[in-house]
């Protein structure tokens, strides 16, 4: 018998202008499941989720929303609030100097007369933690919280209303693997409790293990509605890109050239009395080659690629050559030489929100682009453009500000700001986290390009089939060591986790 739907669209027609971002939108929540919702950057999905929050109001669309079965005007957040929808988006919308009571009860706080029931308000966050199993105090500080406590805060928020349907939007987007395990069982909690969930991500693997059913959007449309049971990763990626799988990775011609960077013995510290970070780490990367670099949480490749570059630790052994001369120690002086870094948080390290593309574009070139103490503005904007056309960065103008851009148009301006300054050799620190399948493949052919340019890359990724299809060789490493180098045709899924789990393939570490 099937679960009677909670929560049902019909029909649903959204337009901004001349641009529909909704075209017939049907979709049906069950109660009680948890309802993967998937498609590209810009299929509408967070078009879709607003209207069902109440961000956008009844009379901005057409079509119809039910709850159980009969038709609601959600006219606001707060009819939605009252209907039993909540959200957690991705940018968690807590406060830091608050406590994790005051948050949770932020504007709906007990009152006894005329006063905030600060006793009842406590005691009531202490039993709803306590019922979701979420081990965190009420008096905590949230800022105090790391970034999954967090998380658990703002889900137990969007429940204490005994909400009966939760929306949860890119939730693991800055979660380590050990935080994302304890989200999926607190979902899998809820389901069983009766709460209906739908989970919007971009990490499929997390779809399939949480997932009743799937509904897949593009350009604006449903184009499949799936029982995940029934279906596959494949099969999903195909519906939101409209190719198969096989054609998201790119063939790689790999030519390399003579050696562009050479790492050896390489031993770091996170400061000058600190035990080493890094032991040992020695490779070389050519001209025109991708080397990849993997490992487990923790196993210091960001530290690695941020030392190289003089952000992180105090070297106490080893050396760093570019192009045959000692690398300078300075992130200006390596910009100089010719090496940069694209890091993983683009939005903490990469962009800054708030200033235009160009402004990001031209952020690392300026010197360049000086004339007599002053930018020369048309120079900027004629090469600013160029680079946004050459690498498809979709944006209103070069004046709107990175912020409002997609997350893999936001990639796009950060690795056109590193390749404005002409590098010899890049160093990417997971490239295509947080972006769609189609945006990834616009990342590898644009990987590709370079290395036929002559452009040595250094690629640091967790995930195994990218770092297996897209390297030409690969390093492990394992707490801090180089558990093993392994060839293209070498590269296993097998081997390679061999190799990040223990230090067992040292004997392969050669470069």
Do not use: W
């Amino acid at each position: 018998m099937t679960t009677p739907s909670v929560l049902e669209t019909r029909g649903l027609v959204k337009r901004f202008g001349g641009v529909t971002a909704l075209d017939n939108v049907d979709f049906e929540l069950r109660g009680g499941e948890v309802h993967g919702l998937c498609g590209e950057n810009g299929a509408g999905k967070s078009t879709l989720i607003k209207i069902l929050t109440g961000v956008y109001a009844h009379d901005t669309y057409t079509g119809e929303v039910l709850i159980d079965g009969e038709t609601v005007r959600l006219e606001s957040i707060r009819d939605s609030e009252a209907a039993g929808i909540a959200v957690i988006h991705q940018e968690l919308a807590l406060v830091d100097e608050m406590s994790v009571a005051e948050n949770i009860f932020l504007g709906h706080e007990p009152t006894r007369l005329g006063l905030v029931d600060h006793h009842k308000m406590y005691a009531d966050a202490t039993a709803l933690l306590g019922r979701f199993d979420i081990a965190v105090a009420a008096n905590r500080r949230v800022g105090d919280l790391g970034v999954g406590q967090q998380q658990l805060v703002a889900i137990a928020k969007a429940l204490k209303s005994d909400s009966k349907v939760l929306i949860l939007d890119e939730p693991t987007a800055a979660l380590t693997e050990q935080e994302i395990d304890v989200l999926l069982d607190i979902i899998r909690d809820l389901h069983q409790r009766g709460v209906a969930c739908i989970y919007i991500s971009h990490k499929l693997d997390e779809v399939f293990a949480i997932a009743d059913r799937i509904t897949v959007l593009r350009d604006g449309t449903t184009v499949a509605r799936l029982d995940a049971c029934d279906t596959d990763r494949d099969e999903v990626i195909q519906h939101m890109v409209g190719r198969r799988i096989a054609d998201l990775f790119p063939l790689r011609k790999p030519d390399p050239g003579d050696v562009a960077l050479a790492v050896d013995a390489l031993t770091i510290a996170e400061s000058r009395n600190a035990p080493p970070r890094l032991k040992g780490i020695s490779f070389e990367v050519r001209a025109g080659e991708v080397l990849g670099i993997g490992g487990l949480m923790g196993a210091g490749r960001s530290e690695l690629l941020l030392h190289l570059v003089g952000f992180f630790g105090h070297r106490v052994d080893g050396s760093v050559q570019l192009l045959g001369q000692p690398l300078a120690l300075t992130p200006r002086g390596c910009v100089d030489q010719g090496l940069v870094l694209v890091s993983e948080d683009r939005k903490r390290y990469g962009l800054i929100l708030d200033q235009s593309v160009t402004f990001n574009l031209s952020l690392s070139s300026l010197p360049g682009l000086t004339r007599a103490g002053r930018v020369d503005r048309h120079s900027e904007a004629r090469i600013c453009g160029d680079y946004a056309k050459s690498l498809q960065i979709k944006a209103p103008n070069l004046a709107s500000a990175a912020s409002t851009l997609s997350g893999g148009n936001q990639q796009k301006v950060v690795l056109g700001k590193a390749l404005m300054t002409k590098p010899k050799v890049i160093l990417l620190d997971e490239p295509t986290r947080g972006i769609d399948v189609g945006a990834k493949r616009e990342i590898y052919d644009l990987i590709n390009q370079l290395t036929d340019s002559g452009v040595a890359i250094v690629m640091v990724s967790s995930e195994l089939p990218e770092l297996m299809r897209m390297s030409d060789r690969i390093m492990m490493l394992s707490e801090g060591t180089v558990g093993g180098h392994f060839t293209h045709n070498e590269a296993t899924a097998a081997t390679l986790l061999a190799a990040a789990m223990s230090t067992s393939h040292k004997e392969q570490a050669q470069p």
